[in-house]
């Protein structure tokens, strides 16, 4: 098993910055992606950004995309997300996830149904 605790996040207003972080514990794999999903009230949980395990790789949603960088720390199997020029629309809570075998992209592509560790939320409110 793999355990992911996350921690960050809270309240802004808008143009603000936050940063979410996320540290793996337990079973090791040699390929993964980690990376953040959001969901906001009434709504799907989405994907927001990935990484791969080597670091190399990133993929984003174009909603985020120029706003938030995702950055990782292998020897830690930890995840950061830096969010800056928040928008009120960014609000919700944020979950880190594991896919493992997969690459950043291919963790992007398919969603929140195919994911095979999720962390607690984050809670993440921009004001406007």
């Known amino acids: 098993q793999v355990q992911l605790v996350g921690s960050g996040g809270g309240s802004v207003q808008a143009g603000g910055s936050l940063r979410l972080s996320c540290a793996a514990s337990?079973?090791?794999?040699?390929?993964?992606?980690m990376g953040w999903f959001r969901q906001s009230p009434g709504k799907e949980r989405e994907f927001v950004a990935a990484?791969?395990?080597?670091?190399?790789?990133?993929f984003y949603a174009d909603s985020v995309k120029g706003r938030f960088t995702i950055s990782g720390d292998n020897a830690k199997n930890a995840v950061d997300l830096q969010m800056n020029d928040l928008k009120p629309e960014d609000t919700a809570v944020y979950f880190c996830?594991?896919?493992?075998?997969?690459?950043?992209?291919?963790?992007?592509?398919?969603?929140?149904?195919?994911?095979?560790?999720w962390g607690k939320g984050t809670p993440v409110t921009v004001s406007s």
């Open positions: 996830a594991v896919k493992i075998g997969a690459t950043a992209q291919a963790m992007g592509i398919m969603g929140h149904y195919g994911m095979d560790y």
């Open positions: 337990g079973r090791t794999f040699s390929t993964y992606a």
């Open positions: 990484i791969s395990w080597s670091g190399a790789r990133t």
